[in-house]
């Protein structure tokens, strides 16, 4: 039984690590994404409007990724009221996944800050490059196969409420936030913003899907790192007897110490 708990433990710690890997891709997707001036990503066009808002002082001064926590935030709390006695209490989960979304996000915003389009096949190359990178990290999220980001959890609810099938949903709450993005823009400043929901969302809406699915079937090798438990597990626990010995070493008998080294 020690066995086979220690085994669910560490093969839950890698899906986590690897999990933690794959929303570090989709972010450095994302912030390249948003460096382009095309257009952001759907899932952080309105976070992106929030941050714009804040350095004009009409809004909260937080970072993008930090509005991406309360909308994540938000999206797990709309998943209870729709859901009600049918929401699964471990997917509330999706708060520290969001949380780390957020936080890896404004990780890449922070490293790609030196990145400058000066040209518009600059801008285009770019955001080519983010939502190629972005479809390889949410296909590599699938695969680990934990629980969903907050942006999926609140399309499949809604989809088990209404019947209205995944996919049809997921497009539904896509154009839904663009519009509230959009929205957002005529009321802060008065216009459209461009950089923010612009013809890089609207490619961005369809090239990612078409990434997906074709690198879908093509990620077995990761499904063989995500199955890489006994080697990680003798990794970590040799690993603690390596910094256990010298720890447990002191005071032994220097005859001992020698024995051992022999041997």
């Not at 996000?105 to 040209?119: A, P, R, W, Y």
């Not at 539904?172 to 400043?189: C, E, K, M, Q, R």
């Amino acid at each position: 039984m020690k066995q086979v708990s220690k085994q669910k433990i560490l093969s839950f710690l890698w899906q986590h690590i690897l999990l933690l890997l794959s929303l570090f891709i989709m972010t450095f997707g994302v912030s390249l994404s948003v460096r382009s001036n095309l257009g952001s990503s759907v899932i952080s066009t309105i976070p992106f409007v929030f941050t714009l808002a804040g350095q004009d002082y009409m809004a909260p001064p937080l970072t993008i990724g930090e509005y991406t926590n309360l909308m994540n935030a938000i999206f797990v709390v709309l998943q209870i009221i729709v859901l009600r006695r049918r929401f699964e209490l471990p997917q509330l989960f999706q708060l520290v996944i969001g949380f780390f979304f957020g936080a890896l996000l404004d990780l890449n915003m922070l490293l790609t800050g030196i990145l400058v389009c000066d040209s518009f096949f600059a801008q285009f190359v770019m955001q080519v490059a983010g939502c190629t990178i972005l479809g390889f990290g949410i296909a590599l999220e699938i695969r680990c196969n934990t629980v969903t980001m907050p942006g999926e959890g609140i399309s499949v609810a809604l989809s088990r409420v209404t019947g209205v099938p995944f996919p049809k949903m997921k497009i539904i709450i896509d154009i839904t936030l663009v519009i509230i993005a959009i929205s957002l823009g005529y009321l802060f400043f008065g216009r459209w913003l461009g950089n923010v929901v612009g013809v890089g969302t609207l490619f961005a809406m369809v090239y990612v899907g078409v990434v997906i699915k074709y690198l879908n079937p093509r990620l077995g090798w990761f499904d063989g790192i995500l199955c890489y438990i006994p080697g990680f597990r003798r990794y970590i626990f040799g690993l603690a007897r390596f910094i256990y010995r010298p720890i447990s070493g002191v005071g032994v008998p220097e005859n001992a110490e020698n024995h051992n080294g022999v041997s």
